[in-house]
């Protein structure tokens, strides 16, 4: 399958309160997973755009999976955890590891578990497994996911290696080989953090 390549106007990326200027977790990130499946459910309804102020993301879904945001004059990216089709009518399917279908009615439900304070605090007198079984009861609706996958597709996002990167072409704080104009962020948190200067602009069309 091709790569799956669209615009977001940025308003609606910023409604949709996608971070990416201050990613410092993995929940920062499966945050964004989960947003990006969101607009993927429904970009065929989105109205079109394509201008400068654009948001563009790419999904390479070759044997590097891998999500790339473009805005401004930086590019995060991160590793992508769904598999993804797309149908002769251009419409996204999402599936999990176990090829069951990732609706919008389960990201909702996804992002409330991993925000939710037992999932943020591991002191929290609640574990994180019994909030999970007392909010599938309270959720009215039928998932399309059966609640043992469900629970270990959480988990799987929560322990996976998510790759993640960010380039910045930054002239406001340029300082010589310390801070260099172009250059790649690995990690996100400040004691794991390094950059690695770039001699030119990178750009998501340099990545094959």
């Known amino acids: ?54 948001i563009v993301v790419r999904i390479v879904v070759k044997k590097m999976s891998r999500v790339f945001l473009k805005y401004e004059k930086s590019i995060v990216s991160f590793y992508w955890p769904f598999i993804v089709s797309e149908d002769l009518n251009h419409i996204i399917s999402i599936k999990n590891s176990f090829c069951e279908k990732i609706d919008a009615k389960t990201i ?5 578990i991993i925000n939710s304070v037992e999932f943020q605090d591991p002191t929290h ?23 043992i996958h469900l629970w270990n597709m959480i988990n799987y996002l929560l322990k996976i290696d998510h790759g993640y990167f960010r380039y910045d072409n930054d002239p406001s704080n340029t300082n010589g080989r310390k801070h ?29």
């Open 180 to 208: 260099p104009l172009d250059h790649i962020d690995f990690f996100y948190t400040n004691p794991c953090t390094f950059k690695i200067g770039l001699k030119k602009s990178f750009e998501i069309a340099h990545i094959s």
């Open 1 to 54: 399958m091709k790569d799956i390549i669209f615009h977001i106007s940025k308003d609606h990326f910023d409604s949709l309160k996608i971070t990416t200027k201050a990613i410092r977790s993995k929940i920062d990130i499966i945050n964004c997973i989960l947003k990006i499946s969101e607009i993927l459910l429904i970009k065929n309804h989105l109205p079109p755009s394509n201008n400068k102020n654009d």
């Open 125 to 147: 007198t609640t574990s994180a497994h019994e909030k999970f079984e007392e909010a599938y009861l309270d959720f009215d609706f039928d998932f399309s996911i059966e609640p």
């Open 108 to 112: 909702k439900f996804v992002e409330f």
